[in-house]
Nanobody, 115 residues
């Protein structure tokens, strides 16, 4: 079993920055690939960024150049640095982890960007 707990969300003005964290506990070795997804009210959950065990990254076009995903394997923590935030980035951000057997999700953290 793996537990994922997000933190770092909040309210920020447009143009500001936030850093999200996702702490993994339990059998975290079983989820070599991790990522961030988000879900805005009335919309489907969408990919924000992913990172593999080899540190290969992938970003949604809407966040390229503004968001950076990274991981600290020693601390079992995933990060999402979000800069130049826009009101359309407002959503609940979820941390996910996936391995050969199954995937896991955190409960999410709210990010609100005011104009």
């Amino acid at each position: 079993q793996v537990q994922l707990v997000e933190s770092g969300g909040g309210v920020v003005q447009a143009g500001g920055s936030l850093r999200l964290s996702c702490a993994a506990s339990g059998s975290s070795y079983s989820i070599p690939n991790m990522g961030w997804y988000r879900q805005a009210p009335g919309k489907q959950r969408e990919l924000v960024a992913t990172i593999t065990s080899g540190d290969s990254t992938n970003y949604a076009d809407s966040v390229k150049g503004r968001f950076t995903i990274s991981r600290d394997n020693a601390e079992n923590t995933l990060y999402l640095q979000m800069n130049s935030l826009k009101p359309e980035d407002t959503a609940v951000y979820y941390c996910g982890g996936w391995g050969p057997v199954r995937g896991y999700w955190g409960r999410g953290t709210q990010v609100t960007v005011s104009s």
